[in-house]
């Protein structure tokens, strides 16, 4: 369904028309120098993520930054292929001792929950603004709404710096308490560590929104900044909410910036081309520098690792 709207759209002879003429303002050094921002943005938003993994690796096994850049790598390579990213934890965790490698999916859990704090929390403020700029709420009901998404933000923050009170629920439900031991890795991580993997996943949400802000104001001078950045921030809000599968994940988010951006600009297709042009960026082309890494992991283990 998603790919037959998606096909009719870029099949639209009045759109098409309107794209080619936007391409044609840009010179070939423009493109050129668009896509090599858009390579050095990708590579310092997944090398920030190898950093992140081998700071929360550090309680389990300490690994080289190589060794974290590969095992991050190779998660792309897997999780494009299974919903959710699921195979990214699988991609990963089989770089670490066979010991540590349930430990290393929890590891992996704070880091992921670490970026979605941001992400909501960002989006939170995209949405707190889209409803004051687009929707006609009385003063009552939006403040009404300001309040629930405040308690909301500071509910994330509280559940995310003290994690360690996921433990302790853990502990109290029965069917949960037989693998408690592995979650006890929660209390090892201090405020300070959190407060570094929580520093770090705002730096790559900088990084990869950047991206998005670079490529429209190449190819859509006229967009004004903070609206966009407001609707980039619902994107990934939106996107967080959705189950996907990466690879076929490009028609849903091309679909939903260009329902976004409509209340922004009519050029549907070059929102939805600078979409997908940094999904394959930030999701095809690592997965493709990863598959290399696949070869050499280590399934059973050895005594010596």
């Not at 001078?221 to 490009?250: G, K, N, R, Y």
């Not at 988010?253 to 409509?262: E, G, I, K, M, P």
């Amino acid at each position: 369904m998603v790919l037959w709207v998606v096909y009719r759209k870029i099949n639209d002879k009045s759109k098409l028309e309107e794209f080619d003429f936007l391409l044609s303002q840009l010179g070939s050094e423009t493109i050129a120098s668009t896509i090599f921002w858009l390579v050095l943005l990708m590579f310092t938003n997944w090398l920030l993520e190898c950093v992140k993994w081998q700071y929360l690796c550090k309680p389990i096994e300490a690994i080289s930054f190589y060794r974290s850049f590969e095992s991050v790598f190779c998660g792309l390579s897997w999780a494009i292929f299974t919903p959710n990213r699921i195979g990214e934890y699988g991609g990963r965790v089989l770089f670490l001792k066979p010991k540590k490698r349930v430990f290393g999916v929890v590891a992996m859990a704070v880091g992921a929950f670490a970026q979605l704090v941001i992400t909501n929390i960002m989006g939170t403020v995209a949405l707190i603004w889209f409803v004051s700029t687009y929707e006609k709420l009385s003063l009552g009901w939006y403040l009404l709404f300001c309040l629930a998404a405040f308690i909301f933000i500071a509910g994330l923050l509280l559940l995310y710096f003290r994690i360690r009170l996921l433990n302790q629920w853990i502990g109290k439900i029965r069917w949960l308490a037989k693998v408690q031991r592995f979650f006890h890795l929660l209390e090892r991580y201090t405020t300070q560590q959190l407060t570094t993997v929580f520093l770090l996943s705002a730096l790559r949400f900088i990084v990869f929104t950047s991206q998005y802000a670079f490529i429209m104001q190449v190819l859509l001078t006229e967009l004004p900044m903070l609206p966009m950045f407001m609707m980039v921030f619902l994107l990934f809000f939106i996107q967080s909410a959705i189950p996907s599968l990466d690879l076929l994940d490009v028609g849903v988010r091309s679909l939903t910036a260009s329902f976004l951006f409509a209340y922004l600009t009519k050029q549907e297709l070059a929102i939805m081309a600078s979409t997908a042009a940094i999904w394959f960026i930030n999701l095809i082309v690592p997965a493709i520098i990863g598959s290399v890494f696949v070869f050499k992991i280590n399934f059973f283990g050895n005594p010596d690792r």
